[in-house]
């Protein structure tokens, strides 16, 4: 899987259905989901390798209680113990996932989970915004030398900075960068993705999006920037309440994406000027120079006599002033293609 080389050569965006918490811990709407994201022409299937005790502790204090509108009252400990997956899950998740061909990979939070997908086999290796900044975790790893795809949600420059050239020293196959915007849901107006090609000239690297908005046009938009994967959060049904399903799209929505951003990278194309093959057809209805009057022979051509329209079938309207003053040949009747042989 080279991320890089799809990307410099305008390849398909590569679309990944992120699962996180809606698989609700229930192991049949997991492998549901994979299968849905399949049919809706989703390129990969991404799940998160946490536990609540890799994650945090369970403390009930003020520093581990969370303020949020979805998430509020409770503690980390207790969210993540909701949203967690199974580990025993992964095997069986990954062969329903390489039996229909869809890509599976997972999010590590720790060595230990590194380790664990390394015996998995996975083909790539994500790292999330909240953990662009444990660098160790990054250099563990890069070591693996699999693709990294990095999410830096909240992140400034500096320390997307330290991440890659960690990545980079740590001898990493290939980066991928993900624009993100950490708040759940996202608001369109704080994407800013014009920071997408921004990012993509200043680090030399592919870019993509993590994208928490509702909906599906801020990920289109990035599309057209340039970004390289997509990542959104995905669901069967917003009504299976999940700590992650108010932002997540259902399979209607992942379908749509998925054909729209299909049009708009074959619409991007290349830069490239002049007839395409189907224009030539179109050459007829450009405008040039007709009589639009009866003209005798030796009468003077003007503005009166002569128009530019359509069709193209006579001189180019850009002729018009080395015409103008100038005599007929012959009569000439109104609706004549100009040519230069009716002039004297």
Same mark, same amino acid.
């Given at each position: 899987?080279?991320?890089?080389?799809? *990307?410099?050569?305008?390849?398909?965006?590569?679309?990944?259905?992120?699962?996180?918490?809606?698989?609700?811990?229930?192991?049949?709407?997991?492998? !549901?989901?994979?299968?849905?994201?399949? &049919?809706?022409?989703?390129?990969?299937?991404?799940? &998160?390798?946490?536990?609540?005790?890799?994650?945090?502790?369970?403390?009930? *204090?003020?520093?581990?209680?969370?303020?949020?509108?979805?998430?509020?009252? &409770?503690?980390?400990? &207790?969210?993540?113990?909701?949203?967690?997956?199974?580990?025993?899950?992964?095997?069986?998740?990954?062969?329903?996932?390489?039996?229909?061909?869809?890509?599976?990979?997972?999010?590590?939070?720790?060595?230990?989970?590194?380790?664990?997908?390394?015996?998995? *086999?996975?083909?790539?290796?994500?790292?999330?915004?909240?953990?662009? +900044?444990?660098?160790?975790?990054?250099?563990?790893?890069?070591?693996?030398?699999?693709?990294?795809?990095?999410?830096?949600?909240?992140? *400034?420059?500096?320390?997307?900075?330290?991440?890659?050239?960690?990545?980079?020293?740590?001898?990493?196959?290939?980066?991928?960068?993900?624009?993100?915007?950490?708040?759940?849901?996202?608001?369109?107006?704080?994407?800013?993705?014009?920071?997408?090609?921004?990012?993509?000239?200043?680090?030399?690297?592919?870019?993509?999006?993590?994208?928490?908005?509702?909906?599906?046009? +801020?990920?289109?938009? !990035?599309?057209?920037?340039?970004?390289?994967?997509?990542?959104?959060?995905?669901?069967?049904?917003?009504?299976?309440?999940?700590?992650?399903?108010?932002?997540?799209?259902?399979?209607?929505?992942?379908?749509?994406?998925?054909?729209?951003?299909?049009?708009?990278?074959? !619409?991007?194309?290349? +830069?490239?000027?002049?007839?395409?093959?189907?224009?030539?057809?179109?050459? #007829?209805?450009?405008?040039?120079?007709?009589? #639009?009057?009866?003209?005798?022979?030796?009468?003077?051509?003007?503005?009166?006599?002569?128009?530019?329209?359509?069709? !193209?079938?006579?001189?180019?309207?850009?002729?018009?002033?080395?015409?103008?003053?100038?005599?007929?040949?012959?009569?000439?009747?109104?609706?004549?293609?100009?040519?230069?042989?009716?002039?004297?």
């Amino acid at each position: 899987m080279n991320l890089g080389v799809r *990307n410099k050569k305008r390849s398909p965006v590569f679309i990944v259905a992120e699962v996180s918490a809606n698989h609700g811990q229930d192991f049949a709407r997991a492998v !549901a989901m994979i299968r849905k994201a399949k &049919q809706c022409g989703a390129d990969a299937i991404k799940f &998160q390798a946490y536990t609540p005790e890799t994650m945090t502790i369970d403390n009930n *204090n003020k520093y581990f209680r969370i303020k949020h509108p979805k998430w509020g009252g &409770q503690t980390l400990y &207790q969210l993540y113990k909701e949203a967690y997956t199974p580990w025993s899950w992964f095997k069986k998740l990954k062969k329903v996932a390489d039996d229909i061909g869809i890509l599976f990979f997972v999010t590590a939070f720790d060595k230990v989970s590194v380790d664990f997908l390394e015996g998995l *086999n996975v083909p790539v290796h994500k790292i999330a915004s909240f953990e662009l +900044v444990d660098l160790p975790l990054i250099e563990y790893t890069a070591k693996t030398k699999k693709p990294l795809i990095m999410s830096t949600g909240m992140a *400034n420059l500096s320390e997307i900075k330290e991440a890659v050239n960690t990545a980079k020293k740590a001898g990493t196959g290939e980066i991928t960068l993900l624009k993100c915007v950490s708040s759940y849901p996202a608001k369109p107006e704080e994407m800013n993705l014009k920071t997408i090609p921004h990012m993509k000239e200043l680090f030399g690297l592919p870019v993509g999006l993590s994208d928490h908005t509702l909906g599906t046009e +801020v990920s289109v938009a !990035a599309v057209s920037l340039g970004a390289s994967i997509i990542e959104k959060h995905f669901t069967l049904s917003r009504k299976q309440k999940t700590p992650d399903s108010f932002f997540s799209i259902e399979p209607e929505e992942l379908k749509k994406l998925v054909t729209t951003i299909r049009v708009v990278e074959k !619409a991007l194309g290349t +830069v490239r000027y002049g007839l395409t093959a189907d224009e030539r057809r179109s050459l #007829v209805f450009r405008r040039s120079l007709f009589t #639009v009057k009866d003209i005798k022979k030796g009468e003077m051509l003007t503005e009166e006599n002569i128009s530019s329209i359509r069709p !193209a079938d006579g001189l180019k309207p850009k002729c018009l002033r080395k015409i103008l003053g100038r005599k007929a040949g012959r009569d000439i009747k109104r609706g004549t293609p100009l040519k230069w042989d009716l002039i004297r």
